[in-house]
Structure formats: structure tokens, C-alpha cells
């Protein structure tokens, strides 16, 4: 079945560092791809997705470019703020049954100051 | 443009009490979904509704979980009699409904339920 396998965390980095946090699916055909953010106590929000192969989506500084040939989903942004702590979720949505999102275990992420 | 509604946001009950909780999704949005997030896990779909029927659910455990949206709108999730291990966020989520694999959910900030 479809899944994703995100890098476990916690991720702690210093303010201003660079930020990647892998992401790798198992699908059949080609899902769209997903980043959603959570913050303490919220739901999830979207962050970021593209929908076919070779996409790169971006937003607040981070950008995530869908790899067909590696199937992965890896998000990055160049310089991270104490804002940006929280858990981040990759997740697809199949082609097959659409909907169906299959999420990752989450990487929660801290920055210190 | 409201977003999706959830409620209560926090609920404690006893294991075999039975506890319901409130999800209004975004205007206009025919899909809504309920998850249940385990503490340290990724969200895990229950149910999905598309307009008043039930398109998947398959990974809900009906003996105890029941879900209904009588009227394509609002939707109600209920436990009876609730055990220990259903302690977790419960997620509502909605969509479009334009039956693409490209659509984006979104979601409410969830029902913390603890069950004692």
C-alpha cells in the first residue's frame, strides 16, 4: 500500500541554520505530495504541495520539489527562525483513491535562539 | 473565509463513558474527513464523507466509533463506550470534494480527548 517514511526527529538547530528534512513515499502512479506544519495545541496547516513530477513548491521560505525517480518529497528552507518550531508532516494524496492521505510519523523541529 | 470549526476542544472521560465531538468543515467543501492522531503519530484517516455519504470506513472501529453528517454539512463523531487507548487528538478536515487526487484538506485544531 502507499506510505511515507519521514527522518525522525526532534531536529534541534540554531537560528539562522539551514533546514532538510527528508521524505521518501511508496505509491502507485503519481499522488500529490504534501507538506503540512502543526504547531503546539493547533491542527495541522498546509504548508506547501506539488502535484506532479519535477513541481517545486514553496512557501515562507521553504520549498519542497517532488522527485519521481528518487520518490522523495525533501523540505528545505535556507534559514530558520524560533517561529518555525513546530511539527512538519509530509503526506500524498493517492491517485487511486483520492482523499486517502497517507501521512508520515512528523518531525518535530526546534530552533533555539 | 472561516476555516474549519471543531468542538469541544478538550474533553476527559472515564474508560466506557461515550463522548461526541462537533465538526463544521469550511462553506462549500462537499468532503469531510475525521482523523485520529496518537500522540508522537501521524494523523490516521477514520472516516471520509462526500456530501452525506460515506465514501471510506474502513479503519474505523465500528463497534464502538460511529460517524454521521445527516445533512452534508455539519458531522458528528461519537465513541461509546470509550477505552483507554482512544486517547488522542481527533481531527476534522475538509475539501472541495472535486474528486482529484490534487486537492488540499484542511484541517481544524482538533479535540484533545483523555480517557481515564
Known amino acids: 500500500g502507499d506510505s511515507v517514511t519521514q527522518m525522525e526527529g526532534p531536529v534541534t538547530l540554531s537560528e539562522e541554520a539551514f533546514l532538510t528534512i527528508n521524505c521518501t513515499y511508496t505509491a502507485t502512479g503519481y499522488p500529490s505530495l504534501f507538506w503540512y506544519v502543526q504547531y503546539p495545541g493547533e491542527g495541522l496547516q498546509l504548508l506547501l504541495k506539488?502535484?506532479?513530477?519535477?513541481d517545486k513548491g514553496s512557501n515562507k521560505g521553504f520549498e519542497a520539489t517532488y522527485r519521481k525517480e528518487t520518490t522523495s518529497f525533501h523540505l528545505e528552507k535556507g534559514s530558520v527562525q524560533v517561529s518555525d518550531s513546530a511539527v512538519y508532516f509530509c503526506?500524498?494524496?493517492?491517485?487511486?483513491?483520492?482523499?486517502?492521505?497517507?501521512f508520515g510519523a512528523g518531525t518535530q523541529v526546534v530552533v533555539t535562539p | 473565509e472561516a476555516g474549519v470549526a471543531q468542538s469541544p476542544r478538550y474533553k476527559i472521560i472515564e474508560k466506557r463513558q461515550s463522548v461526541a465531538f462537533w465538526c463544521n468543515p469550511i462553506?462549500?467543501?462537499?468532503?469531510l474527513y475525521w482523523y485520529q492522531q496518537i500522540l508522537g503519530q501521524g494523523p490516521k484517516l477514520l472516516i471520509q464523507?462526500?456530501?452525506?455519504?460515506?465514501?471510506?470506513d474502513s479503519q474505523l472501529p465500528k463497534d464502538r466509533f460511529s460517524a454521521e453528517r445527516l445533512k452534508g454539512v455539519d458531522s458528528t463523531l461519537k465513541i461509546q463506550p470509550a477505552k483507554l487507548e482512544d486517547s488522542a487528538v481527533y481531527l476534522c478536515a475538509s475539501s472541495p470534494g472535486t474528486l482529484t487526487g490534487q486537492e488540499t484538506q484542511y484541517f481544524g485544531p482538533g479535540t484533545r480527548l483523555l480517557v481515564l
Open positions: 503526506a500524498l494524496n493517492p491517485t487511486d483513491s483520492w482523499g486517502k492521505f497517507q
Open positions: 464523507f462526500q456530501n452525506n455519504g460515506v465514501v471510506d
Open positions: 506539488a502535484t506532479k513530477a519535477d
Open positions: 462553506s462549500g467543501h462537499a468532503t
